[in-house]
T-cell receptor
Framework: GAGVSQSPRYKVAKRGQDVALRCDPI?????LFWYQQALGQGPEFLTY????????KSGLPSDRFFAERPEGSVSTLKIQRTQQEDSAVYLC?????????????FGPGTRLLVL | AQSVTQLGSHVSVSEGALVLLRCNYS??????LFWYVQYPNQGLQLLLK??????LVKGINGFEAEFKKSETSFHLTKPSAHMSDAAEYFC????????????FGQGTELSVKP
């Protein structure tokens, strides 16, 4: 079946511009995660949804970052007034939402470059 | 706080040689441990995971890892490297009381020489 998809795959933004990144999880997956991967680093957790509820947003770096999943499926990560330090790959992952050791399936990521 | 340390940001082996990628974790409670592989311009793919069952875990593509509580380690091995194994490898930990979010190491880039 289809995996996790993300769009756009690449995004170039001017500093100060707002961007929206989309994630389509695997159908039926309850849990959805966003991670930020800076160049040469491991992914870092941003936020987590169970269905439409955002249960953990402790990793969001500032109030310029906002995520939503209004119907419990597609999720959007929005970054307002982008800064150069926001340049990174943004990864989305989904899982069944069962026990904590559930496998997370990752999308290909959105590579954001802020000029 | 829990963390993951991967020793060696770059590892180079010859084709057919043993692959050993090191991962140590710190956690005050028993963790769940994962190894993911990332090919260029692709997302992460699960290689294997430890979930408190057998301490020796076998994964895809001939990889395996052994959970050693006394050493707080979860090293990844493969007896014979193949050119197609060249990629970035990430060790990760999740805790039962944190909703399943993954904490990743810095990654190890594996190169395979012909």
């Amino acid at each position: 079946g289809a995996g996790v998809s993300q769009s756009p795959r690449y995004k170039v933004a001017k500093r100060g511009q707002d961007v929206a990144l989309r994630c389509d999880p695997i159908s039926g997956h309850v849990s959805l995660f966003w991670y930020q991967q800076a160049l040469g680093q491991g992914p870092e957790f941003l936020t987590y949804f169970q269905n439409e509820a955002q249960l953990d947003k402790s990793g969001l770096p500032s109030d310029r970052f906002f995520a939503e999943r209004p119907e419990g499926s597609v999720s959007t990560l929005k970054i307002q007034r982008t800064q150069q330090e926001d340049s990174a790959v943004y990864l989305c992952a989904s899982s069944h939402g069962g026990p904590r050791q559930e496998t997370q399936y990752f999308g290909p990521g959105t590579r954001l470059l802020v000029l | 706080a829990q963390s993951v340390t991967q020793l060696g940001s770059h590892v180079s082996v010859s084709e057919g040689a043993l692959v050993l990628l090191r991962c140590n974790y710190s956690s005050s409670v028993p963790p769940y441990l994962f190894w993911y592989v990332q090919y260029p311009n692709q997302g992460l793919q699960l290689l294997l995971k430890y979930t408190s069952a057998a301490t020796l875990v076998k994964g895809i593509n001939g990889f395996e890892a052994e959970f050693k509580k006394s050493e707080t380690s979860f090293h990844l091995t493969k007896p014979s490297a193949h050119m197609s194994d060249a990629a970035e490898y990430f060790c990760a930990v999740s805790l039962y009381n944190q909703g399943g979010k993954l904490i990743f190491g810095q990654g190890t880039e594996l190169s395979v020489k012909p």
